[in-house]
């Protein structure tokens, strides 16, 4: 849920690239719930193919054909995806890809980004918004509860390293490599809605040092996949061990998977008596998303995510445009179908850079932006516009055109 004060907005319906609330306002929807309904709502492929698995089979313990059909789709497109276990969310797919790099690696800690996120699971919650002055060294990032009543234990089983600084990513990794062996990193940047992008050469990087450590590397792809045929990881050449996927696979219903090469994978294996991780839940694999994420996913042919990312580009050069003709301070970021706004004096490229770009008025026009913008005909989660298929020419013109009205507003306001 997007929560937004003084009450949520309460959705009541939606069609392709439309949202209406409980108060008859209809917008653009550039969140497409977090980035999972990559054809927009209401798809008819979708929708038919739901309503025909609704009167087949809701449920059941036993696997079904479209589990099979979609792992099937998952293992010939992403490249570090031999074999692929299903769940529920983004969330559950992270803790269970730890939990079997844990029993592959033989080490217990595990290290990622500072500042990134991995969904609700407590132990990748840790310093997900660490504040400057608790923040500690850069090069020994103090890890900081994210929740209260997080158990210090589980914090000691944290190691944190920054985006883009490749000499100190080697140096934490060496200093903790007898007890590290996982490492993950969400690889289209830092995390959602943040603009702050991966380079290329520090993937490149970290797949080398976690190779050469005997680390495992994973990929959490549940919103990058949507990056491009092959994910972030085919975008970028550089294959991880493990990939976390989650949000447009499911095409809409709730989805989670864990994907990797059969050695790591192996840890499931029932083949050889108890599986070193025992995997199951009362709706893994569930044949009413694999249906829908099936589907949706057959419809992402190359051509559509090439569309994806000229309607991105679309949107870029109109937004650069609305800043420089309301005189704003700001850039626009884009890789495909994810486009940013900052209102930052650079493009941040890492966490306590971004943090640190911050300053209050920066961050009272970004926290604004968002309701100017509803009011303006566009729903928008953290000044990110998140594509879709069903979003039109006329639309993103449409965007811009509201998004340059939302910026005088806002200068007006100030
Ligand atoms: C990179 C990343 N990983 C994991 C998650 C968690 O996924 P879910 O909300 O399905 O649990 C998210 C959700 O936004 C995410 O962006």
Redesign the pocket.
């Known amino acids: 849920m997007l929560v937004t004060k003084p009450h949520p907005f309460y959705a009541l319906s939606a069609e392709g690239s439309y949202i209406t609330d409980a108060d008859g306002w209809t917008r653009i929807d550039w969140v497409n719930n ?2 999972s309904l990559i054809h927009g709502h209401n798809k008819r492929e979708v929708v038919e193919i739901i309503s025909q698995q609704a009167a087949r089979l809701l449920s059941a313990t036993m696997p079904a054909e479209w589990e099979v059909r979609l792992a099937e789709l998952l293992v010939e497109r992403i490249p570090s995806v031999e074999q692929v276990r299903f769940m529920n ?6 803790l269970i890809a730890i939990k079997a790099a844990r029993a592959f690696s033989g080490k217990s800690k595990v290290a990622k980004l500072e500042g990134g ?4 699971y407590d132990l990748l919650e840790a310093s997900y918004v660490p504040s400057a002055d608790r923040w500690g060294a850069r090069d020994c990032p103090a890890v900081l509860a994210h929740n209260s009543g997080t158990p210090k234990s589980l914090l000691d089983e944290l190691v944190l390293f920054a985006l883009n600084d490749i000499a100190t990513m080697r140096e934490i990794l060496r200093r903790n490599a007898s007890e590290v062996g996982t490492v993950i990193i ?1 690889p289209s940047g830092l ?2 809605g943040t603009g702050v992008y991966a380079d290329r050469e520090f993937l490149a990087a970290l797949r080398e040092t976690t190779e050469r450590l005997g680390m495992v590397l994973i990929f ?1 792809e ?3 996949l949507r990056s491009g045929y092959r994910g972030t990881q085919g975008a970028v050449g550089i294959t991880p061990d493990i990939t ?1 996927m ?2 447009m696979i499911g095409g809409g219903l ?1 989805i ?1 998977a864990v994907g990797g090469k059969r050695d790591v994978m192996s840890v499931f294996s029932v083949d050889e008596g108890e599986p070193k991780v025992k995997h199951s839940g009362t709706f893994t694999g569930n044949p009413m998303s694999m249906a829908a994420g099936f589907t949706a996913m057959s419809l992402m042919v190359p051509e559509m995510f090439e569309m994806l990312a000229v309607q991105g580009q679309r949107l870029t050069d109109g937004l650069r445009r609305a800043l420089t003709d309301t005189n704003t301070q700001g850039h626009v970021v884009n890789r495909g179908s994810m486009t940013n706004l900052l209102f930052t004096e650079g493009i941040p490229v890492d966490y306590r850079d971004l943090y640190t770009q911050q300053t209050p008025t920066v961050a009272a026009l970004a926290a604004k932006m968002p309701k100017l913008m509803a009011t303006e005909g566009l729903h928008v989660l953290r000044n990110m516009f998140v594509g879709s298929t069903a979003i039109s020419d006329d639309d993103v013109d449409q965007t811009i055109a509201a998004v340059t009205r939302a910026l005088v507003a806002a200068r007006e306001a100030r």
Not at 117 to 120: K, N
Request: net charge negative; no cysteine.
């Open positions: 977090f980035a969310s983004g969330t559950e797919a992270n996120y991995h969904g609700q969400d995390s959602l959490d549940v919103w990058s976390t989650g949000k709730p989670g």
